[in-house]
């Protein structure tokens, strides 16, 4: 958590000099700003919420997202994550007594597997 | 369109862009970089034609009706080495991933091969044995590829969550090559979660399922056909915390000199500074009495 020094000062952190918040509220004196900023290292977001109190006891919570990453990588992770977390809520729920299926990545793939094995199938069915 | 139909287009554009790929692999000669996936390329477009003769055979009566024995052992036994060529699939883009820090990759690779064989090691063990006589290769086949899945997965987070950390590029052919083995493990997971005995070849979950394939495959021969980013030198501050764990991962590595270990009834170093000490008591003795 760390406080203001002020208006139009610089602010620290990661995300560098802290934007003015445009808008009506910006005339209201003896404001403060309450910075919080969260850090999430793997996704590199940074995430700022802005309290600000004015003299007629209003307030409000614009909330930025400062990406450190280009939108294009931060869309790439976070395909990437869902991807993976897909895989693993799969994996996770199916059933161990459910009949396997045969994979993709297979080289035999496009092909039909054999329901059975050599000699221990009906003949009309090999 | 029919379902159907639509379903055998999607197959036919899988095989097409298999050899599309495997094509643009060899001409980039990312098979020199990347061995194991060369080698899958190469199995994955080979045994298609001799698994399509064999089963083709089998209905035919061909060879005296060895044509199925023959198509169960090719199929399965080109499962199982393509469930072994994906483990050193993936122990090459670890390779690859981690070549910019040599101490940690080196580091990296003792452990994730002992997390492969950790996995193998799993995966025999849970094998139910269920089967007997030949269908016991089937129940190998699918735990080796589940295993596998399951190790591509983890890969794939890998990445994404220390590419910055690697200064990889998300335009790196090892990316890209994890990025699609993981939607293919995804997509055979999700596939399996679903499956019922009612679900048919044309199922909305195959559509999604091969649509995801297809995906994966386009987007392999993009990272193959358009050119690699060429790596830069890697520049990292000097008190960066990956660049003092490659540090200390070299100098864990590193076989220097070599250090004689002295059996214990040996000579010791107390010994010989148990004779300094008496040496140079006599001295002073001696001293003390000349004076």
Redesign the interface.
């Known amino acids: 958590m760390r406080r203001g020094a002020g208006r139009g000062g610089k602010r620290g952190g990661k995300c560098g000099q802290n934007e003015e918040i445009a808008g009506p509220w910006r005339y209201v004196g003896n404001y403060r700003h309450y910075y919080l900023f969260i850090f999430l290292n793997?996704l590199?977001l940074i995430c700022k919420i802005t309290y600000d109190f004015g003299v007629q006891e209003m307030c409000f919570l614009p909330i930025q997202i400062h990406q450190r990453?280009p939108p294009?990588?931060l869309a790439?992770?976070i395909f990437?994550?869902t991807?993976?977390a897909?895989?693993?809520a799969?994996?996770a729920?199916?059933p161990r007594t459910?009949?396997?299926?045969?994979?993709?990545?297979?080289?035999?793939a496009?092909?039909?597997?054999?329901g059975?094995?050599?000699?221990?199938?009906p003949p009309d069915t090999? | 369109m029919p379902s159907q139909t639509a379903m055998f287009l999607m197959s036919v554009a899988e095989f097409a862009l298999w050899a599309v790929l495997g094509f643009l692999f060899w001409k980039k000669k990312f098979h020199l970089q990347f061995p194991a996936m060369g080698y899958y390329l190469a199995i994955r477009i080979a045994s298609m034609p001799l698994l399509v003769f064999f089963f083709y055979g089998q209905s035919r009566h061909w060879f005296h009706n060895l044509c199925f024995p023959i198509y169960f052992f090719i199929y399965w036994t080109v499962y199982i080495a393509s469930a072994v060529l994906l483990y050193f699939v993936c122990i090459e883009v670890f390779r690859s991933a981690l070549s910019a820090f040599p101490g940690l990759m080196k580091l990296g690779l003792v452990i994730f091969s002992w997390a492969v064989l950790a996995s193998v090691i799993v995966s025999f063990s849970t094998i139910t044995f269920s089967h007997k006589g030949f269908m016991l290769i089937p129940d190998i086949a699918f735990r080796l590829m589940r295993s596998v899945s399951i190790l591509e997965l983890c890969l794939l987070g890998f990445l994404c969550l220390s590419m910055n950390a690697l200064r990889l590029s998300a335009r790196d052919m090892a990316f890209g090559i994890s990025l699609g083995f993981g939607i293919m493990s995804s997509s055979d997971f999700i596939l399996a979660s679903l499956w019922s005995p009612k679900t048919s070849l044309t199922d909305p979950v195959q559509f999604v399922c091969e649509s995801m394939i297809l995906v994966a495959l386009g987007m392999w021969v993009a990272y193959c056909a358009l050119p690699e980013p060429a790596r830069q030198p890697l520049m990292v501050p000097a008190n960066s915390l990956i660049f003092r764990w490659n540090e200390i991962a070299t100098a864990l590595g590193h076989t220097g000199t070599q250090v004689a270990v002295q059996p214990a009834g040996g000579f010791r170093l107390t010994e010989a500074e148990n004779a300094v000490e008496e040496s140079l008591t006599q001295d002073l003795k001696s001293r003390a009495s000349a004076t």
Do not use: F
């Open positions: 793997s590199d990453l294009m990588k790439l992770r990437v994550l991807i993976v897909a895989g693993v799969a994996a729920t199916t459910a009949p396997p299926i045969a994979s993709h990545q297979s080289a035999t496009s092909m039909p597997g054999p059975c094995g050599p000699y221990m199938c090999q």
